[in-house]
């Protein structure tokens, strides 16, 4: 069980990340953040963070 939910909150944060990213650039609408530059810069950066928190928890089940 270890490891579980480091790896659903890391991929959590990738689905998040996108969907801000597609927002902030403007391929999602009817919300506020739809063209707004800020959440197409840090879309990205929580996409990084769910990734480095994704290999965390995939290194925790392996070595349980």
């Known amino acids: 069980m270890r490891g579980w939910l480091t790896l659903t909150l890391g991929l959590l944060a ?14 999602v609408g009817g919300s506020v953040m739809t063209d707004q530059r800020i959440w197409a810069v840090v879309g ?9 928190v994704c290999w965390r928890g995939l290194k925790a089940r392996r070595r349980s």
């Open 14 to 27: 990738v689905v998040v990340g996108a969907v801000w990213t597609v927002q902030g650039l403007g391929y």
């Open 44 to 52: 990205p950066v929580v996409i990084l963070i769910g990734l480095v």
